[in-house]
């Protein structure tokens, strides 16, 4: 694994982008319109800009996958944080979504504790190369570097195959939300247990 560049972002976006096409939690947020992949490669191109400031991004060794790592505590509004939600707001989830896309956000947030915390934002493979343990590769060293920074690690996903996969990296679900769509909050904290 290695920290990414801004010179990766295209690369990362795209990773990201082709992973989450048929996503539910992303279906919740992005309108299902004409402009559908095009917003959706802005929310990843939003989320990559986000972990640079305030977090990290990750690409395996490869290039053919991507994690992005948010430290919610260092997320400060700025002028180019509130550009980038701009941006965000205009295209990809649209005006009409703001209070929903807020309202989960909010209710998300709520179940992480006070304390600093390995936010793992997104993980993706390429859909080329899913099921050759480029996942698992990242995901390891992923929760090694967490474990290195003395940080749980959380999540959340809204696809119910996932799941088992986390478990068997000591992952385990401590709350489910529903937005009309089951969303599972999963974490390696033992106290979420």
């Not at 209070?99 to 304390?115: F, G, M, Q, T, V």
Request: charged share 25%; aromatic share 12%; glycine share 4%.
């Amino acid at each position: 694994m290695k920290i990414a560049k801004n010179s990766d972002k295209n690369k990362v976006v795209e990773i990201l982008t082709n992973s989450f096409i048929e996503n539910k939690s992303i279906d919740y947020i992005i309108p299902n319109d004409s402009s559908r992949v095009s917003r959706i490669r802005e929310l990843m191109t939003y989320s990559f800009d986000m972990c640079m400031i305030s977090g990290k991004v990750c690409l395996a060794d490869d290039e053919t996958g991507c994690a992005l790592i948010s430290f919610p505590e260092r997320k400060k509004m700025s002028p180019s944080v509130v550009f980038l939600e701009l941006k965000l707001i205009l295209f990809s989830i649209g005006v009409k979504n703001i209070s929903r896309a807020l309202k989960r956000e909010k209710i998300i947030s709520s179940h992480y504790p006070k304390s600093p915390i390995y936010y793992l934002w997104f993980i993706g493979v390429h859909p080329e190369f899913q099921n050759k343990g480029v996942g698992q590769r990242l995901l390891e060293e992923v929760v090694a570097d967490a474990s290195s920074m003395n940080r749980p690690v959380f999540l959340e996903t809204s696809t119910l195959k996932n799941i088992p996969w986390y478990q068997k990296f000591g992952f385990s679900v401590y709350d489910e939300l529903d937005f009309g769509y089951k969303l599972f909050l999963i974490s390696n904290n033992k106290k979420c247990e």
